[in-house]
């Protein structure tokens, strides 16, 4: 029964991985603009598992902010996690063993929470173990490769590869946005705050990820207040990644 | 880059696993504050929007390119490209634009 979970979990875990391994081979890309080795990238993809936040990690250390900074911009960057963390606390059965939680919750990205969430019933462990066992290796020697690769790669290859990154995140956001005018509205004046501030007068000299955190802050807070969201929205941005994963 | 990476990475792994585990281990209950729950709500939204723009437009050569594949990116993904042949597209196309931009 276990083991059935767990190869159901490889299964779908598959063509997450493979697209968590094209994603990555361009975030090491980044990972090497910032002077990280391969075996760097490695570890960092391994133990982060998250693409916006190693994104706003590589970018950190390549600016050399403080430590301080980057727990505070991993913190915001990841927050999702946060709440998606919440929502399979509710899906955990009670007789399900304590010491699980502390591996499911590793494995919590965006895809993942997306396929478990999508299961019928009480979440069954081992069936993110089997995801997380596909996924999270491809995803960590994508990022060693794409370092590797940054090094000798044309540039012109490189300058394409560098936006699978955005074409994910855009990806991600595009589909709820289309579903939730509030989203879409959110999305939009998130655009338009973040480029103004790259270019208004000393705002512009804020660090790329002091900007995130301040931009997120704000307009998340301000459209929370205006529209705070109705219990089944949540229901459907939840939904959403299980339609988007069952191919 | 003056400080020692592994640093670096180790923050965030540390931040990172206890944003997916606390909830998981100390909340049994659902987040009830409106506020709170609504402000996690739209956070990756924003937060990816943000990080997307302007910075596709410095990632590649040309900004154009880069103003092309976010175009090219978004209605992909409206018309219901996942994010794996999204991610394709956006490279494939400043690939083709950049031999004529750059």
Not at chain 1, 69 to 75: G, P, S
Not at chain 1, 132 to 139: A, D, E, M, R
Not at chain 2, 46 to 53: E, I, R, S
Request: hydrophobic share 55%.
């Amino acid at each position: 029964m276990k083991k059935n979970v767990f190869l159901q979990g490889i299964r779908d875990g598959i063509p997450i991985g493979l697209g968590y391994f094209a994603v990555a081979f361009s975030l090491g890309i980044v990972a090497q603009n910032a002077g990280l080795s391969a075996f760097q990238g490695f570890v960092a993809s391994f133990f982060n598992v998250a693409s916006a936040g190693e994104y706003a990690l590589f970018t950190a250390i390549k600016e050399g902010v403080t430590y301080l900074e980057v727990a505070v911009i991993t913190f915001v960057v990841n927050a999702r996690y946060l709440l998606m963390s919440c929502a399979l606390s509710q899906r955990f059965n009670p007789e399900t063993k304590f010491i699980h939680r502390f591996f499911v919750g590793f494995g919590i990205t965006d895809e993942i929470f997306g396929i478990s969430i999508a299961q019928k019933g009480f979440l069954n462990p081992w069936y993110n173990y089997g995801a997380i066992f596909i996924s999270v290796p491809l995803w960590s020697i994508g990022t060693s490769l794409g370092i590797l690769a940054g090094n000798f790669l044309d540039a012109k290859i490189v300058s394409a590869l560098s936006v699978a990154l955005y074409g994910m995140f855009i990806a991600i956001i595009i589909p709820p946005a289309k579903k939730n005018a509030v989203i879409a509205i959110a999305v939009i004046v998130s655009f338009i705050c973040s480029y103004l501030c790259g270019i208004l007068p000393l705002i512009r000299t804020l660090s790329d990820g002091t900007r995130t955190i301040i931009l997120t802050i704000l307009i998340s807070s301000v459209i929370a207040i205006i529209k705070p969201v109705k219990d089944e929205d949540m229901e459907n941005s939840e939904n959403q990644g299980e339609v988007q994963n069952e191919k | 880059m003056k400080n020692n990476p592994y640093i670096y990475i180790f923050t965030a792994a540390l931040v990172s696993y206890l944003i997916r585990v606390l909830p998981l281990t100390l909340i049994r209950k659902p987040i009830k504050n409106k506020f709170l729950r609504s402000f996690l709500f739209y956070i990756p939204y924003v937060t990816l929007a943000v990080m997307t723009f302007p910075a596709i437009i410095n990632a590649t050569q040309s900004p154009i390119a880069g103003i092309i594949a976010l175009v090219v990116g978004i209605v992909s993904s409206y018309f219901g490209a996942g994010l794996f042949p999204v991610a394709c597209i956006c490279c494939f196309v400043v690939f083709i634009a950049e031999m004529f931009l750059v």
